[in-house]
């Protein structure tokens, strides 16, 4: 079967759906015993004949979750825990001492040699090096083992050219793929001559191709493995337009002369138009930065090109020579802005040193550097002396104040009524010049405004829609009819209906167990999963992305206050095991619930998520005497109306505070550095919700009841 599986002539069938190979992959899987098949041969296949569901249960390949399984040291469970939720930094120090204990001898042999290979990729190559942008030292390790991948990557970061074309590229044997394309066409361009765009042209129609291969051996109904490719094509695009920036700039050079058509005409409008089109064309604010960086580092090199052809019009015609200066600046800042934002902020302190690289800046930019700077320094240790010296440095701001002043003498210059050889003559010609003079402050200005005021910002917003909902009483809403959203109750309907079943059933047998609950033949267990049930129509969902946008549930309350080991409605089944298998459980299933946690209980957030639950439990204690359970007498459960109004602001308060206090306990745990230092073996940031998987996993071992499980 290894060598059937291996022959070259299925490639013949590779754009085939279906096709031979996973045919044969298929009958592989749902053989009893299974074949021991190389888990490189099924990676490959996988990729090249669009078998990635039927391989997926063959290799089992979430590699956080499958190592996290099969690891012998704590150090790797420790890093990867912190890479997962993007601790880049402190990924690193448990990967190098797990490096320094092997050659120490500490594990006596008993880590196998795929783990010791892991700290070195994890440490250095793929994923730490990379996201902090430590690119001097990629290239070290990729000279020393001969990596032209990761040397053509990390020199590109460097815009080391010379090395690349020199010693690189003519020795590169490496797999042909969008992002070798991507490097090849830069390497065209770089040299900025007529020849060089032609060749980029071409190399970008190759990379294109390449991409639309990949594309078509994706599984049919995923998104986010297309986001990789979606990224690329960006930069093939952004290709294309930078070889007619430097079509438009020779074009451009041969009028140069002619000083009123580069200030009044279309001389240069396609730099310009490429310029204001990148500024809107950025990333998305939670890609990694490795992604903003391949992009917005190529348009460094683009910007240089063009201050390099207008350093000359500061005189003739200084909106031309401030063009480059102005895009730039902006696209540093914004760059750094980003790596701050990702905590990063060695990063963002050393791409503002270093990536700008003149004298000269525009206000509005230099003042948004020295906040990012100043941001950046608070937050690193030991710093506060380089806050004070970065804020009393005006001189810096000083130098850029004659950009102001020229601009404001240019407009007035130009549309001044008393100059008869500059103020248009007709109405038309005036029309003309006004709009010229919009389009000019429109992209000098508009960047500094508020996002909220930005064109492109407000029809974002715009179209982020979704139905009114108005609170009539506490268990009563009026939903605003909308197409976009359905409720889970429609969906049950919809399926049932396709597979000729009674939607009603559940109806009937929840009335059924009901009827016993009222004459006492079930058990109080039984009861307490009666009053577990949601309401499906009350679930509503967005059609298109698949987010819930309303739920429908009721806490459990002893005295008004939520229980203190409150029942859960959290169950990890033998069913759902099998379903994600033992890797997906500790490489999705439970970085997912720690990265949710993260996310809510952030600085930032935790005011917002306070109101939210305040604003909840004010509701809930209102009509919590309604639902109580059945056969409790009324005074046990006595709700918001009986309480004085201290005691119901004390209960609410408590019962935010009770779900904050648990939610952070499932959330990232990071020690401080001293303390990481000191700690042997090192813990794993996820050993909260950790506990509780496992917890939940125990107890279906011990085969106890499923209903007995508590988040503590």
């Known amino acids: 079967m290894i060598s059937l599986l291996s022959r070259d002539y299925h490639k013949k069938q590779q754009p085939s759906r279906p096709n031979v190979v996973q045919a044969l992959l298929e009958g592989l899987q749902l053989s009893h015993p299974q074949p021991r098949m190389p888990s490189e041969l099924i990676k490959y296949i996988r990729k090249t004949y669009n078998a990635w569901h039927i391989a997926l249960a063959l290799l089992e390949n979430i590699r956080c979750g499958l190592w996290k399984k099969r690891s012998v040291s704590a150090e790797t469970k420790a890093g990867l825990s912190l890479v997962q939720h993007g601790y880049w930094q402190r990924a690193q120090s448990p990967f190098y001492q797990a490096m320094v204990k092997a050659t120490h001898c500490t594990y006596n042999n008993t880590v196998p040699k795929a783990e010791t290979c892991l700290w070195e990729e994890q440490w250095l190559s793929s994923s730490c ?65 007529t020849n060089g765009v032609g060749d980029a042209e071409n190399i970008v129609g190759k990379g294109v191709d390449l991409s639309l291969e990949q594309w078509w051996q994706l599984p049919e109904i995923s998104v986010h493995a297309r986001v990789p490719l979606l990224q690329q094509f960006q930069q093939l695009v952004e290709v294309q337009e930078s070889a007619r920036i430097l079509v438009d700039i020779a074009n451009g050079s041969k009028l140069s002369g002619n000083s009123v058509a580069g200030v009044h005409g279309n001389l240069y409008a396609d730099l310009k138009d490429i310029l204001e089109t990148w500024r809107l064309r950025t990333p998305n604010k939670w890609d990694n930065m490795s992604i903003w960086h391949d992009l917005l580092q190529w348009r460094n090199e683009m910007y240089i090109a063009v201050i390099d052809v207008f350093k000359e019009f500061s005189t003739t015609n200084p909106q031309l020579h401030h063009l480059g200066f102005r895009d730039k600046a902006w696209n540093v800042n914004k760059l750094a802005r980003i790596a701050r934002k990702q905590g990063h902020y060695d990063v963002c302190v050393s791409i503002l040193e270093k990536m700008y690289g003149h004298s000269t800046m525009e206000v509005q930019e230099a003042f948004v550097k020295i906040t990012e700077q100043a941001k950046a320094y608070l937050e690193m240790k030991g710093e506060l002396t380089s806050v004070l010296n970065l804020i009393n440095s005006r001189n810096a701001i000083i130098k850029h104040l004659y950009f102001v002043r020229e ?69 009563v809403r ?42 006492g033949q079930i058990s109080p267990e039984a009861v307490v999963d009666l009053r577990l049930q949601a309401s499906p129509n009350k679930i509503l969902f967005a059609k298109n992305t698949g987010k819930i946008f309303q739920t429908d549930f009721h806490p459990a309350y002893v005295n008004g206050v939520i229980e203190f080991s409150e029942l859960v409605p959290f169950r990890l089944t033998s069913n759902m095991q099998a379903f994600f298998s033992h890797f997906g459980v500790e490489g999705l299933i439970l970085s997912s619930m720690c990265a949710a946690a993260q996310a809510v209980v952030s600085p930032k957030q935790t005011q917002h998520l306070w109101y939210q639950l305040a604003m909840f439990f004010r509701n809930e204690l209102f009509s919590w005497s309604w639902r109580r359970p059945l056969g409790m007498p009324l005074s ?27 939610i952070s306990g499932i959330a990232p745990q990071c020690l401080s550095e001293e303390e990481e230092n000191v700690m042997d073996p090192p813990r794993s940031t996820q050993r909260g919700v950790t506990e509780l998987v496992d917890a939940a996993d125990k107890i279906v071992h011990d085969g106890s009841n499923m209903a007995s499980m508590f988040l503590n």
């Open 407 to 475: 601009y404001k003498q240019d407009f007035e210059d130009d549309l001044d009524p008393d100059s008869t050889s500059t103020f248009p003559t007709t109405l038309s010609e005036l029309t003309e010049r006004l709009k010229h003079w919009k389009n000019i402050l429109q992209s000098n200005v508009e960047d500094r405004f508020p996002a909220a005021l930005k064109l492109e910002e407000e029809s974002k917003a715009s179209s982020c829609t979704h139905p009114i909902i108005i609170p009539v009483w506490s268990q």
């Open 478 to 519: 009026m939903v605003e009819d909308d197409l976009m959203y359905n409720t889970f109750l429609e969906v049950y309907e919809n399926h049932c209906a396709g597979h000729d079943r009674e939607a009603d059933l559940p109806i009937t047998y929840f009335k059924e167990q009901l009827n016993q609950a009222i004459s």
């Open 636 to 662: 046990a459960s006595s709700g918001g109306g009986n309480l004085n109004l201290a005691d119901f602001k004390h209960k609410v308060t408590t019962n935010v505070e009770k779900v904050i206090n648990r």
């Open 129 to 193: 090096a990379s996201q902090l942008s430590l690119w001097d030292a990629l290239v070290e390790f990729g000279k020393s083992i001969e990596n032209y991948e990761i040397l053509l990557d990390s020199l590109l970061k460097l815009s080391d050219w010379t090395y690349m074309k020199d010693h690189v590229i003519p020795k590169a044997q490496v797999e042909e793929t969008p992002k070798l394309r991507l490097i090849q066409a830069f390497v065209a361009l770089h040299d900025k001559n």
